[in-house]
């Protein structure tokens, strides 16, 4: 199962994309330097001992949503290896903040909740080996009470593994466009569980040049009605992301390596075109999706980029 079909609040997840872009490089410089990400890090050290002593505490909203998900990428998302199969998940939990304060009791009940989401998402892997590639938090004000907030979590993880990074499909890739249908045309029944929005995703990984953690993590959707992804030279649609418009018999699109390589090819475009100044590229969603709309399915693939400040090696 895709754990990302757990999509809560997707209208507030876009509000918190543009909460986090103002808010989290509010907190903490983009541009780090040698010194500047050492001192980052000690920064989250010494947050890690203040929040667990005896002494209490509290921080700003802002500057606690920064400081917990440091922490959290810190302890757990280090980035030392290539992924198989990244998959997501998303929740929402309740951020005990008053008056745009949270002291040092609600953070722990708020990482506590967060690690206890990641190592259920490790058990239900069965695999020791799984590991944390992004922890995002974006704290947001519910809109159910004045003043009430709550925090979105997103994971990811993963295996390790060496699939190759941005190596083209092969003659054999006919992929269902979706709904962990499997391999497609000659190949029906092969491979349930994957489809062309899977195996799009693992094409797309990044290894990244060094050993390091992030920090400052923001996701940047990427639709196919992007009027910047319009494409009139693409030969299967009118963009550079999977989308067909068609009967209901078309749900069961079959996506050819061909297609699939052109979608390939255009991604280097969009994660650049999309990328936030003074952030790297992290990692990647594709999300299969469709909209009944009378006679006609749309069925369309859908982007969430995650970026972050590239913190360098954690020490530990």
């Given at each position: 199962?895709?754990?990302?079909?757990?999509?809560?609040?997707?209208?507030?997840?876009?509000?918190?994309?543009?909460?986090?872009?103002?808010?989290?490089?509010?907190?903490?410089?983009?541009?780090?330097?040698?010194?500047?990400?050492?001192?980052?890090?000690?920064?989250?050290?010494?947050?890690?001992?203040?929040?667990?002593?005896?002494?209490?505490?509290?921080?700003?909203?802002?500057?606690?949503?920064?400081?917990?998900?440091?922490?959290?990428?810190?302890?757990?998302?280090?980035?030392?290896?290539?992924?198989?199969?990244?998959?997501?998940?998303?929740?929402?939990?309740?951020?005990?903040?008053?008056?745009?304060?949270?002291?040092?009791?609600?953070?722990?009940?708020?990482?506590?909740?967060?690690?206890?989401?990641?190592?259920?998402?490790?058990?239900?892997?069965?695999?020791?080996?799984?590991?944390?590639?992004?922890?995002?938090?974006?704290?947001?004000?519910?809109?159910?009470?004045?003043?009430?907030?709550?925090?979105?979590?997103?994971?990811?993880?993963g295996l390790l593994g060496t699939i190759p990074t941005y190596v083209g499909f092969g003659t054999d890739d006919y992929w269902?466009?979706?709904?962990?249908?499997?391999?497609?045309?000659?190949?029906?029944?092969?491979?349930?569980?994957?489809?062309?929005?899977?195996?799009?995703?693992?094409?797309?990984?990044?290894?990244?040049?060094?050993?390091?953690?992030?920090?400052?993590?923001?996701?940047?959707?990427?639709?196919?009605?992007?009027?910047?992804?319009?494409?009139?030279?693409?030969?299967?649609?009118?963009?550079?992301?999977?989308?067909?418009?068609?009967?209901?018999?078309?749900?069961?699109?079959?996506?050819?390596?061909?297609?699939?390589?052109?979608?390939?090819?255009?991604?280097?475009?969009?994660?650049n075109f999309l990328k936030p100044t003074g952030k790297t590229y992290k990692t990647v969603l594709v999300e299969d999706d469709?909209?009944?709309?009378?006679?006609?399915?749309?069925?369309?693939?859908?982007?969430?980029?995650?970026?972050?400040?590239?913190?360098?090696?954690?020490?530990?």
């Amino acid at each position: 199962m895709k754990l990302y079909k757990y999509r809560l609040l997707t209208a507030i997840m876009a509000a918190a994309v543009i909460f986090a872009s103002c808010s989290k490089d509010g907190v903490d410089n983009n541009s780090q330097s040698p010194s500047e990400t050492n001192k980052t890090t000690q920064k989250l050290i010494s947050f890690r001992q203040d929040l667990f002593s005896k002494n209490g505490g509290s921080m700003t909203s802002d500057s606690a949503e920064w400081h917990l998900e440091g922490l959290l990428n810190y302890e757990q998302a280090n980035n030392t290896h290539e992924f198989i199969q990244v998959e997501f998940l998303y929740d929402t939990l309740t951020w005990p903040a008053s008056n745009g304060v949270i002291n040092y009791e609600g953070l722990q009940q708020v990482y506590a909740s967060v690690n206890d989401l990641a190592q259920n998402m490790a058990l239900q892997s069965g695999n020791p080996d799984y590991t944390f590639d992004v922890i995002d938090l974006q704290v947001i004000e519910t809109g159910l009470k004045s003043g009430e907030k709550s925090v979105v979590v997103t994971l990811s993880g993963g295996l390790l593994g060496t699939i190759p990074t941005y190596v083209g499909f092969g003659t054999d890739d006919y992929w269902y466009w979706g709904w962990d249908a499997g391999k497609c045309g000659d190949f029906t029944g092969q491979y349930i569980g994957r489809d062309a929005s899977t195996e799009l995703q693992d094409h797309f990984t990044s290894v990244p040049f060094q050993h390091s953690y992030f920090i400052s993590i923001v996701e940047v959707p990427a639709e196919p009605w992007n009027e910047n992804f319009q494409d009139d030279n693409n030969p299967y649609g009118n963009s550079m992301i999977f989308e067909n418009t068609g009967s209901p018999s078309g749900i069961v699109y079959c996506v050819s390596p061909e297609e699939l390589n052109y979608y390939l090819s255009k991604f280097d475009y969009i994660k650049n075109f999309l990328k936030p100044t003074g952030k790297t590229y992290k990692t990647v969603l594709v999300e299969d999706d469709f909209v009944p709309m009378g006679g006609n399915f749309p069925i369309f693939h859908r982007y969430k980029l995650f970026y972050g400040v590239n913190i360098g090696s954690n020490p530990n």
